[in-house]
């Protein structure tokens, strides 16, 4: 006996509209594109995990940023972490607004658990207020991670939304799908016209920007990777 699915049901599928159809696709897209592997079922195999080691991170990171020596990074010492700064919400475990070893250890460890490989997601640029265009989106890893894993490159198209990769030669090997490796990054947003810088320093040479890219991360989870600039 064959049966029937319910007419309502029906109904309601055929008159779902366009928008909400494509809707369903991106969201099945995104979450293939956070899986550690990279893939969904019959995709390619495991990425390699970043060779971190998270005791020497966290102690670089603390001889680098620590520079009143109280133990902690913190106050206008984030100021000059600005990848450590964005990451705060996730790093700062005990909730007092300062930065201690034993936490950032712990998150690296964290990304280790997790088995992240490679991330996709995209982020979204604007210059008071409206779309900034072909502009450069440069990932740059915080420097206490060692060379652990790689910087990450995206260009800005229509909507001002880049999707930023590590460029292929430098990916764990050669077949190695494009993302982004778990960490934590400085963020450097540059467009130049006729030579000429349009983005402030303080979005590039000496930028205030910072994204940490993990799972668990608000703004990647949820699509919201934003960052807001002004000219002045």
């Known amino acids: ?26 969201v099945a897209i995104g979450a293939c594109g956070l899986l550690a592997s990279y893939g969904c079922s019959g995709g390619p195999a495991a990425v390699a995990l970043p060779d ?8 670089k990171a603390m001889e680098t940023y620590d520079t009143n020596g109280d133990g902690f990074i913190a106050g206008d010492e984030l100021d000059q972490a600005p990848g450590l700064k964005a990451a705060i919400k996730t790093l700062d475990t005990d909730g007092d607004g300062k930065i201690s070893a034993s936490e950032i250890e712990q998150r690296i460890n964290t990304w280790l658990q997790m088995s992240i490989g ?16 072909g502009a450069t989106v440069q990932f740059d890893p915080e420097e206490f991670l060692g060379g652990a894993i790689q910087p990450a490159v995206g260009t800005t198209a229509l909507g001002g939304v880049a999707t930023p990769k590590v460029p292929k030669e430098k990916r764990p090997t050669p077949d190695t799908p494009p993302g982004v490796q778990a960490g ?11 030579g000429k810088e349009l983005v402030p320093a303080k979005y590039n040479t000496q930028t ?21 600039l002004k000219s002045k």
Not at 52 to 59: H, K, T
Not at 118 to 133: D, I, K
């Open 118 to 133: 490679m991330m996709t997601f995209s982020c979204r640029v604007t210059m008071n207020g409206r779309p900034l265009e």
């Open 184 to 194: 934590i990054y400085k963020v450097r947003i540059s467009k130049k016209v006729n």
């Open 52 to 59: 971190f080691d998270p005791a020497g991170a966290a102690d």
């Open 208 to 228: 205030i920007l910072g994204q940490e890219v993990s799972k668990d991360d608000w703004a990647i989870t949820n699509k919201r990777v934003q960052f807001n």
């Open 1 to 26: 006996m064959k049966l029937k699915t319910p007419a309502c049901k029906n109904d309601a599928e055929a008159h779902l509209s366009p928008w909400l159809r494509a809707k369903q696709i991106l």
